[in-house]
């Protein structure tokens, strides 16, 4: 099993790496195995030009957006690290999702499957910038794993995340839960249970 885990910092070792890293360290000690992406820091935005969906064959620009599927399609499991900026998401990493989930070729897979989302900051803005994360996973179907309390760090400096005990253990309850999440899946596919079966999409809108 394997987890894609996504660092929305351009500090690709900073605090939310730290927090990032400590989720990491319990689920390759269960065994699961992870992938790193760094955010590049000036990664353009969606062009909303359409070719994703009419061409069926990922995003019009060739960059780090589209080298993400096979990535994802491999792994069982996503997480997600932002730092907060102005109480959300940082804006690199909001335009990479934006692109990514738009585009990406497999949406159907990525039903029930794991994910997460966690952020950092110095002070306060974690929740709102977890929720807007969160987002991304609920309208594609898949599981988001929650912990012991928000998907929280603290600090300006790795140095500083350290020093934040409790949302170290919340990191460290995330990757338990996430690994218990992902062992679940293996065993009923093991046991033949079959997952929901999905509809095939209406789209409506209520401009008559």
């Known amino acids: 099993m394997k987890v894609l885990i996504i660092n929305g910092s351009p500090h690709h070792s900073g605090a939310t790496y730290t927090a990032l890293h400590e989720v990491e360290k319990i689920l390759?000690?269960?065994?699961?195995?992870?992938?790193?992406?760094?955010v590049p820091h000036d990664i353009s935005s969606c062009l909303d030009c359409d070719y994703c969906n009419s061409s069926k064959k990922g995003c019009i620009k060739n960059d780090i957006v589209n080298e993400t599927y096979p990535l994802l399609d491999e792994c069982d499991g996503l997480l997600v690290g932002t730092p907060v900026y102005y109480g959300g998401v940082n804006g690199s990493l909001t335009s990479y999702l934006d692109r990514l989930f738009a585009s990406y070729p497999n949406k159907r897979t990525l039903n029930m499957k794991a994910a997460a989302a966690i952020s950092n900051s110095r002070r306060a803005g974690n929740?709102?910038?977890?929720?807007?994360l969160h987002r991304f996973f609920s309208i594609s179907g898949m599981a988001i794993i929650t912990s012991t309390y928000w998907n929280d760090s603290h600090g300006n400096t790795p140095e500083e995340v350290q020093e934040d005990e409790e949302g170290l253990q919340t990191m460290r309850n995330l990757g338990r839960n996430m690994a218990y999440y992902l062992k679940m899946r293996k065993l009923a596919k093991e046991k033949d249970l079959a997952e929901p079966q999905i509809e095939k999409g209406i789209h409506t809108n209520f401009v008559r």
């Open 28 to 38: 390759n000690q269960e065994d699961i195995e992870t992938i790193w992406i760094n």
């Open 127 to 132: 929740m709102t910038s977890n929720d807007a």
